[in-house]
Nanobody, 123 residues
Framework: QVQLAETGGGSVQTGGSLRLSCVAS???????MGWFRQAPGKEREDVAH???????YYTGSLKDRFTISRDNKKNALYLQMNSLKPEDTGVYFC??????????????????WGQGTQVTVSS
């Protein structure tokens, strides 16, 4: 089973930037890959995902500040986050969909999860 490992979380002030990385232990070229986040007391929400053809989706207006990318040669997924706000605080999870299928419609349909990395934005 492929495993996902995230790095790059941390604490920043409002307006700061962070770059999250997710490296898979195996080939993820056949999978949609994406990022979820979960704030304290809230449900896990889709942040952005990218399918195996390179099509990208962002939740709401996050595309104005976040950039998702992937490097299939390295089995890696990235999330560049700029102009961070306190409401961006939460645990960010790397996620992989099932091979050769569309992006999961809910977190319960995700095939593989990373362990999560904490992002804290202070005002």
């Amino acid at each position: 089973q492929v495993q996902l490992a995230e790095t790059g979380g941390g604490s920043v002030q409002t307006g700061g930037s962070l770059r999250l990385s997710c490296v898979a232990s195996g080939d993820t070229g056949s999978r949609c890959m994406g990022w979820f986040r979960q704030a304290p007391g809230k449900e896990r929400e889709d942040v952005a995902h990218i399918d195996r053809f390179g099509y990208i989706y962002y939740t709401g207006s996050l595309k104005d500040r976040f950039t998702i990318s992937r490097d299939n040669k390295k089995n890696a997924l990235y999330l560049q986050m700029n102009s961070l706000k306190p409401e961006d605080t939460g645990v960010y999870f790397c996620a992989a969909g099932h091979p050769w299928t569309a992006w999961p419609e809910s977190p319960s349909e995700v095939d593989i999860w990373g362990q999560g990395t904490q992002v804290t934005v202070s005002s």
